[in-house]
C-alpha cells in the first residue's frame, strides 16, 4: 500500500487543479484568518500543510500522494493510482439510476476534496433535519480519510430511499467490535486527515462513529451497521432511516418522518442522468423526503464532521480568547477530545441519550459544527436549550460537544451571574443532579 506521504518527483505543481487550490486555501482563511500560512505563496503553503514535499538527500520536491488526491485531477491521479474511482448515484428503490456522477464525468476535477463538497451540498439540501445531514458527512469524510486508493472498487456512496451505503476499498485497522467505541484513531492516510482538519472537518480522535451512532439513536434509528469484506478487501456502512423495532407515537411518527419540501441544489458540472419523463429533475435537485429503512450490510465504520456552515463568515464568528480559538495548526478541536476521553475515563460523565431528545439536539448543531463560536453565540444557544428543560453539565457538553469545564467556566457561571439562569438546587451547588434552568423572571424584568 502506498503511503500518502509519498513524494511524486516528477509532479509538480502544473498537475494541480488551481481551482481545488484556491478553494481550499479560502475555506483555511475562514477558519484560520490570522494565521501566517495565509501569506504564503503556492508552494510554500502546499508544502506547510503537507501536500507537497521535498527529498532532503537529493534535493528534489514534488507532490505528495495525499496531495495528488486532494487537488490534481482525474486523469493524472489514475497514472498513479490505476484503480482510483469515485462515485454517487441515488435511486428511487428501482435498478435504474435517478442521479449519479463519478471522477471520470469530466465535468469536475474529479480529486476527493471537491468530491467532498458535492455530497455535502447533496446532502445539506436532501436531509431536513441538521443532525442527520452532519452524521452522513461525517461517515463521508471518514470514508475518504480511510480508504485504501491503490484497492480496487473505488469509493462509492448510494442513497436509497431507505438508507444510505458507504463503501470503500481497504479494511478496518481496529477490531470491528470497538468501532463504536474506540477513542484512538488508526490512520491509513494521516496526511490526507491532516488537510481536512486544518478545515475543521475531522479529527484524530476516533469518535465520529461513536457520535453518528449515538445521533441515530436519538432518531430512534436502526444502529448504523458496518461489514467487512474480507474476500473484496473492501469495508461498506450503511446508515438506515427508518426506526427501531418498537412502539412509535404518532408524534415521534411526524417528528422522525416528517416530509421536507424540495429546495434547489447550485451543482456545477455535475453529470445528470435522467431515466423517464416522471424523473426528469436536475442532480442538484434531490429527493427530500424520509423514508424508513430496509437493507443489509450492517455493522459500521470510522468517524464527523463538519460541513462547509462551519465556515462563518461574520466578523465576531473568530473568538482570539486562547480558550475558543487555538491557532495551533497540530490541533485538532482540542475540547471535543478532551469530552471524548472524559466520558471513557469517567462513566458518571456519560448522558443518557434517551433524555435528550432530537429538538435539543437540532438547537444545539451550531456548536458541533462550529468549534470557534462567538461568546453571544455560544450563550444563545444554552439559553434556547434551557427554555426546553432544566439541564446537567454533562449533558450541555454532550450537547455542545465542548469540555465540561469549558462550559461552566467559560458560559454557564456568566449566565449564572447575569441572572439569566438558575441552579436546580440553589443551596446545594454540589448536588449530584445539580441542573440549570431559564431564568422566566429575568424575561419579565
Known amino acids: 500500500m502506498l503511503q500518502d506521504n509519498l513524494i511524486l518527483e516528477h509532479y509538480g505543481l502544473n498537475e494541480l487543479n488551481f481551482d481545488t487550490i484556491k478553494?481550499?486555501?479560502?475555506?483555511?482563511?475562514?477558519?484560520?484568518?490570522?494565521?501566517?500560512?495565509?501569506?504564503?505563496?503556492?508552494?510554500?503553503?502546499?508544502?506547510?500543510?503537507?501536500?507537497?514535499?521535498?527529498?532532503?538527500?537529493?534535493?528534489?520536491?514534488?507532490?505528495?500522494?495525499?496531495?495528488?488526491?486532494?487537488?490534481?485531477?482525474?486523469?493524472?491521479?489514475?497514472?498513479?493510482?490505476?484503480?482510483?474511482?469515485?462515485?454517487?448515484?441515488?435511486?428511487?428503490?428501482?435498478?435504474?439510476?435517478?442521479?449519479?456522477?463519478?471522477?471520470?464525468?469530466?465535468?469536475?476535477?474529479?480529486?476527493?476534496?471537491?468530491?467532498?463538497?458535492?455530497?455535502h451540498e447533496i446532502v445539506r439540501n436532501s436531509e431536513p433535519q441538521p443532525s442527520i445531514a452532519s452524521s452522513l458527512t461525517e461517515v463521508l469524510i471518514n470514508m475518504l480519510i480511510h480508504a485504501d486508493?491503490?484497492?480496487?472498487?473505488?469509493?462509492?456512496?448510494?442513497?436509497?430511499?431507505?438508507?444510505?451505503?458507504?463503501?470503500?476499498?481497504?479494511?478496518?485497522?481496529?477490531?470491528?467490535?470497538?468501532?463504536f467505541s474506540n477513542t484512538v484513531s488508526q490512520l491509513r492516510n494521516p496526511n490526507i486527515v491532516k488537510l481536512f482538519s486544518l478545515l475543521g472537518l475531522c479529527e484524530r480522535s476516533g469518535s465520529g462513529l461513536k457520535k453518528v451512532k449515538q445521533n441515530w439513536s436519538l432518531h430512534h434509528y436502526k444502529t448504523p451497521a458496518i461489514d467487512q469484506d474480507v474476500s473484496m478487501h473492501r469495508t461498506v456502512v450503511t446508515l438506515s432511516l427508518s426506526t427501531q423495532e418498537r412502539q412509535v407515537s404518532s408524534s415521534e411518527k411526524d417528528t422522525y418522518h416528517t416530509s421536507a419540501t424540495d429546495s434547489g441544489n447550485n451543482f456545477k458540472g455535475v453529470e445528470k442522468y435522467q431515466n423517464t419523463p416522471e424523473n426528469n429533475v436536475e442532480i442538484d435537485s434531490y429527493n427530500k423526503n424520509k423514508y424508513s429503512y430496509n437493507k443489509r450490510l450492517i455493522e459500521e465504520f470510522k468517524s464527523y464532521n463538519n460541513d462547509v456552515n462551519s465556515y462563518n463568515k461574520e466578523d465576531n464568528y473568530y473568538n482570539n480568547e486562547s480558550n475558543l480559538y487555538n491557532n495551533d495548526v497540530n490541533s485538532y478541536s482540542n475540547d471535543q477530545n478532551s469530552y471524548n476521553n472524559e466520558q471513557e475515563e469517567d462513566s458518571s460523565n456519560l448522558v443518557n441519550v434517551e433524555n435528550i431528545d432530537t429538538k435539543l439536539w437540532d438547537i444545539a448543531a451550531l456548536a458541533r459544527e462550529k468549534k470557534r463560536l462567538s461568546p453571544n453565540q455560544m450563550e444563545h444557544i444554552i439559553l434556547e436549550l434551557c427554555k426546553e428543560k432544566p439541564l446537567m453539565l454533562k449533558e450541555f457538553a454532550y450537547l455542545l460537544e465542548r469540555t465540561p469545564d469549558g462550559v461552566r467556566n467559560n458560559y454557564l457561571t456568566k449566565l449564572l451571574r447575569k441572572g439569566q439562569l438558575q441552579l436546580k438546587y440553589p443551596n446545594q451547588p454540589n448536588h449530584p443532579k445539580q441542573a440549570y434552568l431559564f431564568n422566566k423572571k429575568d424575561i419579565e424584568k
Not at 47 to 73: C, I, M, N, P, Q
Not at 164 to 177: A, E, H, R
Open 23 to 119: 478553494s481550499y486555501r479560502d475555506r483555511f482563511a475562514e477558519v484560520k484568518p490570522a494565521h501566517p500560512w495565509n501569506a504564503l505563496e503556492t508552494k510554500e503553503f502546499l508544502y506547510k500543510v503537507g501536500a507537497w514535499g521535498k527529498v532532503r538527500d537529493t534535493h528534489k520536491e514534488g507532490v505528495t500522494l495525499a496531495g495528488l488526491l486532494l487537488f490534481s485531477e482525474e486523469r493524472i491521479i489514475t497514472e498513479v493510482l490505476p484503480q482510483y474511482f469515485l462515485e454517487y448515484r441515488e435511486s428511487k428503490g428501482n435498478e435504474e439510476w435517478t442521479g449519479r456522477f463519478t471522477s471520470q464525468d469530466g465535468t469536475w476535477s474529479g480529486n476527493i476534496f471537491d468530491f467532498y463538497f458535492h455530497i
Open 149 to 179: 486508493y491503490n484497492g480496487e472498487g473505488g469509493v462509492i456512496l448510494e442513497k436509497q430511499p431507505s438508507h444510505y451505503v458507504f463503501s470503500n476499498p481497504g479494511l478496518l485497522l481496529v477490531p470491528t467490535d470497538s468501532v
